[in-house]
């Protein structure tokens, strides 16, 4: 199995996007839908693993700058 390429978020979003429009449309067979459901999960689990990790960074920059507040006091 091939390795995956690391995607941006937006990119990664994107493809999310297209993918539940897809699946939206009804359109699809059985097998094409399941296909494009199991890439829509990892697509999902992919954008919510950068997201909590971004929000983890967020976290730590604010709670230093708390902390540089409380020594200038």
Do not use: H, N, R
């Not at 994107?14 to 494009?36: A, N, Q, T």
């Not at 890439?39 to 997201?51: I, N």
């Not at 929000?55 to 200038?72: A, F, M, N, P, V």
């Amino acid at each position: 199995m091939a390795e995956k390429k690391a995607q941006s978020f937006e990119k990664s979003l994107e493809k999310l996007e297209s993918v539940v429009e897809k699946l939206e449309s009804g359109d699809l067979p059985l097998e094409e839908s399941l296909k494009f459901f199991e890439e829509g999960v990892s697509l999902y689990k992919d954008c919510k693993k950068k997201l909590e990790k971004v929000e983890k960074k967020i976290s730590k920059l604010s709670d230093s700058l708390k902390e540089e507040e409380i020594d200038e006091d």
